[in-house]
C-alpha cells in the first residue's frame, strides 16, 4: 500500500476538491462580495452583527479567529477517536459535509443578512480545517518518508490547480452574468460558492472512497470518547520526550501565524488600502495561485538539497521581506509584484511544513491523525492569534498597514524558534 500511485493520487485529489474554498470563499470572491455588500448606501463600512455594531472587515477577522478556535478545541478529541476506533476516513467525511454544506448556504447570504453569512463563512471554515487533520495524517500512512516532501508538494499543486479551474469558470459566469440568464454580479457571485459546495462534495467523495481505512487493523473495544480521550493522553505523554517535535511546532505557531493571515486578508488589504477593482484583485490572486505550484515544487527540490529546516528558513527570510514591504505598498503595480513572491514561498511553507512534521513525528506510530491534530491545533490557533492581532491593531490604528507590518515580527519568531531544530534528534529515543 506504501507508495501506491492510485492511493496517492486519490489523496491529492481531496485537496483538488477542497482548494476551491480555501481559493474562491477565504481569497477570491466572497471576500470582495463581502465586502462589497455590507458597505452601506452613505458609505458606512459598520454592520449590525446581533445588535453590535462593528466594522465589517474586523468582523471578519474575527469570525475566521472564532472558527478556527472552535476547530482548535474539538479536532484532539476527535482526533484520539479516529485513532482508536481506526475512523479517519469516517470523520473526514463529516467535515467535508459541514464545510460543503455551509458554502452552499452562502448562495443566501444578500448583505442584509449579516448573520447568517458570517455564521456560514464560520462553519464553512470548521468544515475545511477540521478535515485537514485527518487528511494530512494519512500522509506517513500512503508514503514512505524519502518521498513525503514531494508528495505533500503534489498535493498543494492538485490544490492550487483545482482551485483556478473553478474560479476561471465563475470569474467567467460573473462577467457574463447576463449570457448565464442571472441578473447581476452579485447573483453570480452567489451562485459561485453554490458551485464551491458542490465540486467539493463531488470530487471528495471519489477520494476518500479510494483511500484506506483503518491501515493499522485496530479493533476497537469499550468506550468511544475515554478511550479516544486516553489515545490522545498517550500521544501527549510520548510528545513530552521529544523536544525537537515541541521546538518545531513552536516555530510552525510563529511563522504560520504570518503566512495565513497574508493569505486570508490579502484581497481585503487591497480593496480597502488600495481601492483595487475586484478584477484587479482577482488576478493577484490567481498569479499567486500559479506561482504557488512551481513554488511547491521548488522548495521540495531545495529540501533535498538543503534539508527541510534550511528551506524553511529561506521561506521565512522572504515572507519577512514582503510584510515589511506591505507597509509601503502603494500602487497596484508594487501590490503585483509582492503577490508573485508570496505566490513562490506560499505553496513551498505551506507543503513542506506539512512534510516536516510527518518526519519530525515517531515513524512507527498509530496515532497518526493524533499526532497530526497537534499540529493542526497549532495551524488553527496560530490562524486565531493571527487574524485577531491582525484585526485588532486595524481597529486601534484605523490601518490595515501597521497591522501587516506587525506580522513581521511573528516571523522572527518563528525563525529563531526554528534554528534549533534538527530532524535527526526527533525521536523520543534521541532526548
Known amino acids: 500500500m506504501l507508495n501506491d500511485k492510485k492511493i496517492i493520487n486519490a489523496w491529492c485529489l481531496y485537496d483538488w476538491a477542497n482548494s476551491v474554498y480555501s481559493l474562491t470563499i477565504t481569497s477570491a470572491i466572497f471576500p470582495i462580495y463581502y465586502q462589497a455588500v455590507t458597505v452601506s448606501e452613505t458609505g458606512s463600512d459598520r454592520v449590525n452583527f446581533f445588535g453590535i455594531e462593528v466594522v465589517n472587515s474586523v468582523l471578519y477577522s474575527y469570525a475566521l479567529s472564532a472558527s478556527f478556535l472552535l476547530v482548535?478545541?474539538?479536532?484532539?478529541?476527535?482526533?484520539?477517536?479516529?485513532?482508536?476506533?481506526?475512523?479517519?476516513?469516517?470523520?473526514?467525511?463529516?467535515?467535508?459535509?459541514?464545510?460543503?454544506?455551509?458554502?452552499?448556504?452562502?448562495?443566501?447570504?444578500?448583505?442584509?443578512?449579516?448573520?447568517?453569512?458570517?455564521?456560514?463563512?464560520?462553519?464553512?471554515?470548521?468544515?475545511?480545517?477540521?478535515?485537514?487533520?485527518?487528511?494530512?495524517?494519512?500522509?506517513?500512512?500512503?508514503v514512505t518518508e524519502d518521498k513525503r516532501d514531494i508528495v505533500s508538494a503534489k498535493g498543494y499543486s492538485y490544490g492550487y490547480i483545482g482551485g483556478v479551474v473553478l474560479l476561471v469558470i465563475n470569474l467567467v459566469v460573473i462577467q457574463m452574468y447576463d449570457s448565464f440568464g442571472l441578473p447581476n454580479e452579485g447573483m453570480a457571485s452567489r451562485v459561485a460558492f453554490l458551485t464551491v459546495g458542490v465540486w467539493w462534495i463531488g470530487f471528495s467523495l471519489y477520494a476518500i472512497s479510494k483511500l484506506p481505512e483503518n491501515v493499522h487493523g485496530r479493533k476497537p473495544e469499550g468506550h468511544f470518547l475515554l478511550?479516544?480521550?486516553?489515545?490522545?493522553?498517550?500521544?501527549?505523554?510520548?510528545?513530552?520526550?521529544?523536544?525537537?517535535?515541541?521546538?518545531?511546532?513552536?516555530?510552525?505557531?510563529?511563522?504560520?501565524?504570518?503566512?495565513?493571515?497574508?493569505?486570508?486578508?490579502?484581497?481585503?488589504?487591497?480593496?480597502?488600502?488600495?481601492?483595487?477593482?475586484?478584477?484587479?484583485?482577482?488576478?493577484?490572486?490567481?498569479?499567486?495561485?500559479?506561482?504557488?505550484?512551481?513554488?511547491?515544487?521548488?522548495?521540495?527540490?531545495?529540501?533535498?538539497?538543503?534539508?527541510?529546516?534550511?528551506?524553511l528558513m529561506?521561506?521565512?527570510?522572504?515572507?519577512?521581506?514582503?510584510?515589511?514591504?506591505?507597509?509601503?505598498?502603494?500602487?497596484?503595480?508594487?501590490?503585483?509584484?509582492?503577490?508573485?513572491?508570496?505566490?513562490?514561498?506560499?505553496?513551498?511553507?505551506?507543503?513542506?511544513?506539512?512534510?516536516?512534521?510527518?518526519?519530525?513525528?515517531?515513524?512507527?506510530?498509530?496515532?497518526?491523525?493524533?499526532?497530526?491534530?497537534?499540529?493542526?491545533?497549532?495551524?488553527?490557533?496560530?490562524?486565531?492569534?493571527g487574524t485577531f492581532v491582525y484585526g485588532y491593531i486595524e481597529m486601534v490604528t484605523g490601518s490595515m498597514r501597521n497591522s501587516a507590518l506587525a506580522l513581521a515580527s511573528f516571523f522572527v519568531i518563528g525563525i529563531l524558534f526554528l534554528t534549533q531544530v534538527k530532524l535527526k534528534d526527533a525521536s523520543p529515543q534521541a532526548a
Open 72 to 142: 482548535a478545541i474539538v479536532l484532539p478529541i476527535l482526533s484520539g477517536i479516529a485513532d482508536y476506533a481506526g475512523k479517519k476516513k469516517f470523520f473526514l467525511k463529516i467535515f467535508m459535509f459541514i464545510g460543503s454544506f455551509s458554502c452552499i448556504g452562502l448562495f443566501f447570504f444578500t448583505g442584509e443578512n449579516v448573520e447568517w453569512g458570517i455564521l456560514c463563512s464560520v462553519f464553512a471554515s470548521v468544515g475545511y480545517s477540521g478535515s485537514l487533520v485527518f487528511y494530512d495524517a494519512f500522509l506517513s500512512e500512503i
Open 227 to 311: 478511550n479516544g480521550y486516553k489515545e490522545l493522553a498517550n500521544v501527549w505523554k510520548q510528545m513530552s520526550e521529544m523536544p525537537m517535535m515541541k521546538k518545531y511546532l513552536l516555530a510552525f505557531f510563529f511563522y504560520n501565524m504570518g503566512v495565513q493571515t497574508i493569505m486570508y486578508l490579502a484581497a481585503t488589504f487591497g480593496s480597502k488600502e488600495l481601492q483595487m477593482e475586484a478584477s484587479k484583485l482577482i488576478m493577484t490572486i490567481l498569479l499567486i495561485q500559479f506561482v504557488g505550484v512551481a513554488g511547491s515544487y521548488l522548495f521540495a527540490y531545495v529540501s533535498k538539497m538543503k534539508g527541510n529546516i534550511q528551506s
Open 314 to 385: 529561506i521561506m521565512i527570510v522572504i515572507w519577512i521581506i514582503c510584510s515589511v514591504s506591505a507597509y509601503f505598498v502603494n500602487q497596484e503595480l508594487q501590490f503585483f509584484a509582492l503577490a508573485g513572491v508570496v505566490g513562490l514561498v506560499m505553496g513551498g511553507i505551506q507543503s513542506l511544513s506539512r512534510a516536516t512534521f510527518s518526519k519530525v513525528m515517531p515513524q512507527d506510530t498509530v496515532d497518526t491523525a493524533s499526532f497530526f491534530s497537534f499540529y493542526d491545533v497549532t495551524y488553527n490557533l496560530s490562524i486565531v492569534f
